[in-house]
């Protein structure tokens, strides 16, 4: 066998078993997501700015740190919301799974596909849908913004709704977003903050955004007996 021949063949079995991955990831993660999911208590804070907007049909952006993502996944589905998801093989089970949640999944990130992604989600920004991204993604460093969430507001003209999540109970990941998952019973309260549209993309909106987003960690609440 030629080396081109067995870097071919060593591809296509790399190929299968990423399929399989995906796969066997959607058909076990989302039942158990789910199941988790339906025990938490969960409490919305401040919905009324962006369901206004919903309601006239105006777009925005729910912008999320990624650490905090699984909660607002959650408490968003079936919104009809676009949102970016990475071009990385495990980004194929996140967008498969969003899918059947509701979710218009347009693939990319600050590091794949970003440039494209981008116009597509300034276009679907102008046409009236609202987005979500998640400024740290796909790999950090948490709680550092890229400039892909003000140019999508600037140039699409659609005010940033940004949300954050506390639990009273949580795991959090040994990953670079220390990603949290809140435990079965958990009470999870989400926050919305109050639409603010970027007027550029310098320094000093990226520290307005950043102030406006809060910690790339979630507090935890009082426990909740």
């Known amino acids: 066998m030629t080396d081109d021949a067995a870097a071919a063949a060593a591809k296509a079995v790399k190929a299968v078993k990423a399929a399989r991955k995906v796969r066997w990831g959607v058909r076990l993660g989302k039942p158990l997501l789910t199941l988790l999911a339906r025990t938490w208590r969960v409490e919305e804070v401040n919905t009324a ?23 607002h996944i959650w408490a968003n589905r079936f919104r009809g919301i676009a949102a970016m998801i990475s071009e990385h093989g495990d980004g194929e089970i996140i967008a498969r799974m969003m899918v059947t949640w509701g979710y218009v999944p347009v693939r990319g990130s600050s590091t ?20 979500a991204i998640t400024p740290d993604g796909p790999r950090g460093p948490a709680g550092v913004l890229q400039p892909g969430v003000l140019i999508a507001s600037f140039k699409g003209g659609a005010p940033i709704v940004t ?37 550029g993309t310098d320094d000093a909106a990226a520290a307005t955004l950043l102030a406006l987003m809060g910690p790339a960690h979630a507090n935890l609440l009082e426990p909740v007996r």
């Open 49 to 71: 700015p962006w369901r206004e907007l919903a309601k006239a049909g105006k777009p925005y952006i729910l912008s999320s740190w990624h650490g905090q993502l699984l909660a």
């Open 163 to 199: 949300i954050r999540s506390e639990a009273s109970r949580a795991w959090r990941l040994r990953s670079w977003d220390g990603f949290e998952i809140p435990k079965p019973f958990a009470k999870v309260r989400i926050i919305y903050g109050d639409p603010w549209q970027a007027p």
């Open 112 to 131: 794949r596909g970003g440039r494209r992604a981008l116009v597509e989600m300034v276009e679907q920004i102008r046409e009236g849908r609202a987005f």
